[in-house]
């Protein structure tokens, strides 16, 4: 089965800290793996994809297939930053599949 | 880009009633999706559709109904309402050789 597992719920950093947001996966093949952000009350946005090992807005994200993690990482978070975050899994089915979610909180 | 719109943005309904959920895309993506965001459970897929006339249900399909008969509209009804579908409802879609999913703007639902 596919399963996606945000483990924390709200992460809160103060400004210039560094930030990880975890995701473990469950998959029995090979997956496409994504972030995905959500801004207050707006529209989700592609953020990383793992093929592309790109990083945007500073963020990076490695997959590790061997702990089957996709956690996505910033050295120096931005109060613009506070957003939702979503990390999502495709697999053959080409359906998306999320986890729950997690909120990062950046305070100046 | 605004190549993907949903309607409404808001709706507040009553237990019972047909409630019907646009969504439009100017792209003619193969694949489209809805989902809904509540809170702890994150987004979760109703249901899906790989071309026109092609749906598929998704996690948490119970209570929806979705039609597809052109490539660009993929409306979503709820036959009658439940005040557990209050939520927000996301509409997304994918170009059969693309990689990235592009979501609406969302139709915030209540219902009462």
């Known amino acids: 089965a596919q399963r996606v597992t945000q483990p924390e719920k709200l992460l809160s950093v103060f400004k210039g800290a560094p930030v990880e947001l975890k995701c473990n996966y469950s998959?029995?093949?090979?997956?496409?793996l994504f972030w995905y952000v959500q801004y207050s009350r707006q529209r989700l946005q592609l953020l990383l994809r793992?093929?592309s090992r790109e990083s945007i807005k500073g963020f990076t994200a490695d997959l590790n297939k061997g702990e089957t993690s996709f956690h996505l990482k910033k050295p120096f978070a931005q109060e613009e930053d506070s957003a939702m975050y979503y990390c999502?899994?495709?697999?053959?089915?080409?359906?998306?599949?999320f986890g729950t979610g997690t909120r990062l909180q950046v305070f100046p | 880009d605004a190549g993907i719109t949903q309607s409404p943005r808001y709706k507040i309904t009553e237990t019972g009633r047909q409630v019907t959920l646009m969504c439009h895309q100017t792209?003619?993506?193969?694949?489209m999706f809805w989902y809904r965001q509540d809170l702890g459970h994150g987004l979760r897929l109703i249901y899906y559709?790989?071309?026109?006339?092609?749906?598929d249900k998704g996690e948490v399909p119970d209570g929806y109904v979705v039609s597809r008969s052109k490539t660009e509209n993929f409306p979503l009804t709820l036959e009658s309402a439940t005040r557990s579908q209050t939520s927000v409802y996301f509409c997304?879609?994918?170009?059969?050789?693309?990689?990235?999913?592009?979501f609406g703007s969302g139709t915030r639902l209540t219902v009462v």
């Open positions: 997304a879609s994918r170009d059969r050789d693309g990689y990235g999913y592009t």
């Open positions: 559709s790989a071309a026109a006339d092609i749906t």
């Open positions: 998959y029995s093949g090979s997956p496409e």
């Open positions: 792209w003619s993506h193969s694949y």
């Open positions: 793992h093929i």
């Open positions: 999502a899994l495709r697999g053959i089915t080409d359906k998306l599949i």
